[in-house]
Nanobody
Framework: QLQLVESGGGLVQPGGSLTLSCVAS????????IGWFRQAPGKEREGVSF????????HYADSVKDRFTISKDNGQSTAYLQMDSLKPEDTGVYYC?????????????????WGQGTQVTVST
């Protein structure tokens, strides 16, 4: 059974850091693109960052570029999102997702398998 389980969210002050983890099981993790998405209250879900199957290719939304770093450990079937210099507008539920096909993609419609999400709140 395919599973994606996020962890690492929490409450942090502006300027702080968090590292999210996504532990995968039930599929051949090294062959798929992994994406991190977030949804703020009252807003649509947006793609935050993506990493290719090998980890060689990455993509970041403009809003998080130079502050977030995506990585993956194929041996541990785990993806990470290191978030630094956090801002209140980074608040939301963060989800990891697996691409449907074994190819590089940053198209949100190409992700059909999702974790349950982890809450990130940036506030004083």
């Amino acid at each position: 059974q395919l599973q994606l389980v996020e962890s690492g969210g929490g409450l942090v002050q502006p300027g702080g850091s968090l590292t999210l983890s996504c532990v995968a099981s039930g599929f051949n993790f090294p062959y798929y693109t992994i994406g991190w998405f977030r949804q703020a209250p009252g807003k649509e879900r947006e793609g935050v960052s993506f990493i290719s199957s090998t980890g060689y290719s990455t993509h970041y939304a403009d809003s998080v570029k130079d502050r977030f770093t995506i990585s993956k450990d194929n041996g541990q079937s785990t993806a990470y999102l290191q978030m630094d210099s956090l801002k209140p507008e980074d608040t939301g539920v963060y989800y990891c997702a697996k691409s449907t096909y074994m190819e590089w993609t940053i198209n949100s419609s190409d992700f059909a398998d999702w974790g349950q999400g982890t809450q990130v709140t940036v506030s004083t």
